[in-house]
């Protein structure tokens, strides 16, 4: 069964730019969480999707933004970009109903100018 | 929110020996999940073992066991004749369960793993 995909792998954009990451669940799996990571501020939660609706939202900006597509398919995007939004962007899926089984992706690195 | 605490940013171990890294957690709730989750360099996170709060019984997985202590909210991971394959970041997390907020997971900061053959 093929992994969690996330696609770009690496990304350098300029601050005021916006950019769009996609994340492929594994077949199956209906549920895919976002998570940000950075070296001074650990792995943080930023959204969960489930069927298409977004279930929780972690404590972060309206910049950040994201959906499910009907294939469960997530995209998450960022508009105006600052350098402070440089990190590695995780993707997690799970069936949803035994959601603790989370599956993560290898990430997108994301390097803001 | 809910918050998990790492004290040990980096630690080491001589292969084959065993070594225990340590989360605390804060929470009201008496339903829960941990976890611990190990990211190698450069490699996908996975998952290591969960403990279901409810549940007294310390979860095993092989050469992986936790001390689960629910009163003083301490869920420390064991890792016993370690390997080299075990150097890693080590996150401990913590869900309250679809129920109540989803997947929505809290991680502690991660603690460096080295293994010294």
């Known amino acids: 069964k093929a992994g969690v995909t996330q696609t770009p792998r690496y990304l350098i954009k300029t601050r005021g730019q916006q950019v769009t990451l996609s994340c492929s669940p594994i077949s199956g799996h209906r549920s895919v969480s976002w998570y940000q990571q950075t070296p001074g501020q650990g792995l943080q939660f930023l959204f969960e999707y489930f069927s298409e609706t977004q279930r929780n939202k972690g404590n972060f900006p309206g910049r950040f933004s994201g959906r499910q597509f009907s294939n469960s398919r997530s995209e998450m995007n960022v508009s105006t970009l600052e350098l402070g939004d440089s990190a590695l962007y995780l993707c997690?899926?799970?069936?949803?109903?035994?959601?603790?089984?989370?599956?993560f992706g290898p990430g997108t690195r994301l390097t803001v100018t | 929110a809910q918050t998990v605490t790492q004290s040990q940013p980096e630690m080491s171990v001589q292969e084959a020996e065993t070594v225990t890294l340590s989360c605390t957690y804060d929470t009201s709730e008496s339903d829960y999940y941990l976890f611990w989750y190990k990211q190698p360099p450069s490699r996908q996170m996975i998952l290591v073992i969960r403990q279901e709060a409810y549940k007294q019984q310390n979860a095993t997985e092989n050469r992986f066991s936790v001390n689960f202590q629910k009163a003083a909210k301490s869920f420390s991971l064991k890792i016993s004749d370690s390997q080299l394959g075990d150097a890693a970041m080590y996150f401990c997390a913590y869900n309250e369960g679809p129920e109540n907020t989803g997947n929505q997971f809290y991680f502690g900061t991660g603690t460096s793993l080295t293994v010294i053959p």
């Open positions: 997690a899926s799970s069936r949803g109903r035994d959601f603790y089984e989370q599956y």
